[in-house]
């Protein structure tokens, strides 16, 4: 039977996720930055639609980009040299969450909703939540955000208004990251897209060793301030 959790009841261990579906942990409890932060510490995520309790889960396998074996491809080389892009961090989560809760061809609802983006919003005023643009003449074109626990990145959601857009996004994160050591970046769920970007299946238990390892450790304090990206980080990777 799925553990239906009140606002003080904590998480069970991850051991107890369901088979099917896959991962499913508990229902219940609240988006407070204290339970957000305590799930995220313990290899949780919320994930729900509108209309739905709040869903929490932690999947085996699980889902990430291994940073130290990431190079971006070729043709997103060339063409990052073909274009005229701005890459900013922490300039505008705001717009970039708003963007990437909007529907899309294939997805004709979100499950970002509107108590997600709140709870999030909180997050990155705390600073806790991050996310990087992706401007061209001044207009955001692509985006990713998610959350930091120490020396691990938790990415949510990513978004594209031209072609390439997230991959762009995506490679100034990884490059960024790569610079403080950061191991891996959870994508928490695979799809066609992440794995096609080079995003692997790994055991929970190895996920979780990552995680245990990484969120302790200190961030550099000017890390995370709102900055533009040296795109000629990612051409020359």
Request: hydrophobic residues 40%; negative net charge.
């Amino acid at each position: 039977m799925l553990p239906f959790l009140d606002i003080k009841t904590p998480f069970p261990p991850v051991s107890e996720a369901l088979d099917e579906p896959c991962g499913l942990l508990a229902a219940g409890a609240d988006l407070s930055v204290e339970r957000l932060l305590d799930a995220y510490s313990a290899g949780i995520f919320p994930w729900f639609s509108e209309g739905e309790p709040i869903l929490w889960w932690s999947p085996d396998p699980r889902t990430v980009f291994l940073l130290d074996q990431y190079k971006p491809s070729r043709s997103l080389r060339r063409f990052l040299r073909q274009s005229e892009f701005k890459i900013t961090l922490n300039n505008n989560f705001e717009q970039v969450i708003q963007r990437c809760s909007e529907p899309r061809k294939d997805q004709p609802s979100t499950w970002i909703t509107d108590d997600i983006k709140q709870a999030y919003l909180k997050l990155h005023s705390l600073g806790h939540a991050h996310s990087v643009e992706v401007w061209q003449n001044d207009v955001l074109v692509g985006g990713i955000y998610g959350v930091s626990i120490g020396k691990l990145f938790c990415g949510e959601s990513m978004f594209s208004g031209i072609s390439n857009g997230s991959k762009v996004a995506l490679a100034c994160l990884i490059t960024h990251l790569k610079s403080e050591a950061f191991p891996i970046i959870d994508c928490q769920v695979e799809n066609p897209h992440l794995l096609s970007l080079g995003a692997v299946n790994i055991p929970r238990s190895d996920y979780l060793i990552y995680l245990n390892a990484a969120k302790s450790q200190p961030v550099d304090k000017l890390f995370w301030q709102p900055q533009t990206l040296d795109l000629q980080l990612i051409m020359s990777a």
